[in-house]
């Protein structure tokens, strides 16, 4: 063992005192840090083994008071950007809380109720729309949805906006049998379509763009039901 020095130590004349914090910081970092705790125990609440699960949801949308079913639920996991469809993971639900500036289930009713509002911008819309078809790729390297499930995305995300052209849309994918799937490409291409043909006369449709197949069929089988 080395042997203990003789010399003394030096100290300075006029040790500096360590910054006291104010009150307002000491507030603030207490605040912060309730709100932290909150929010985590408003995941616990839903959360089953580390994880909200479907189940959770389901719990979670009745403390909401909105169905399942209701988009705002899937806006809210685009709010989180949630990376598996029906799960929410406590790293997503404390980041996007912290967005929302929630940390009670009476803030988060609120936040989740404003959502349409914010979503509906233009600058938000079209990554809400996307996020929405890449939510519901459930397999690993999965890049297509199947025809049943976009059907019903289709009508939940666009219906209330273009309610005939979905209507309309969803009768041709039912019957058609060219395609059992949806890519992003088509996805995309369906509000592009919404948003710019006139309806229903179709007029300013030129097949020769780089519209989907599916689409030009859509287009012919519209025409068709008309003659």
Not at 52 to 79: F, N, Q, S, V, Y
Request: proline letters at 4%.
């Amino acid at each position: 063992m080395p042997r203990a020095s003789k010399r003394k130590l030096s100290v300075p004349p006029n040790p500096s005192p360590s910054p006291v914090k104010s009150s307002a910081a000491r507030s603030g970092k207490t605040k912060t840090t309730k709100g932290s705790d909150r929010v985590d125990n408003m995941f616990y609440k839903y959360a089953n083994d580390g994880i909200i699960d479907p189940d959770g949801i389901m719990t979670l949308c009745d403390d909401l008071k909105m169905e399942h079913t209701d988009i705002r639920i899937l806006m809210l996991a685009w709010k989180l950007n949630a990376a598996k469809l029906g799960y929410f993971t406590q790293d997503e639900w404390k980041t996007g809380l912290k967005t929302l500036q929630v940390d009670t289930l009476t803030k988060l009713r609120k936040a989740v109720s404003e959502l349409e509002k914010e979503v509906n911008t233009p600058s938000n819309f079209l990554e809400f729309y996307s996020f929405a078809f890449r939510y519901h790729l459930t397999e690993e390297r999965q890049k297509n949805v199947d025809m049943e499930t976009s059907c019903e995305l289709v009508n939940l995300i666009l219906g209330s906006e273009y309610r005939s052209q979905v209507d309309l849309l969803i009768d041709y994918l039912k019957i058609q049998s060219d395609f059992k799937v949806v890519n992003l490409d088509q996805w995309v291409g369906f509000l592009r379509f919404f948003k710019e043909i006139s309806f229903p006369d179709l007029e300013n449709y030129d097949d020769t763009q780089a519209w989907p197949t599916i689409l030009d069929n859509f287009v012919e089988w519209l025409k068709a039901k008309r003659r």
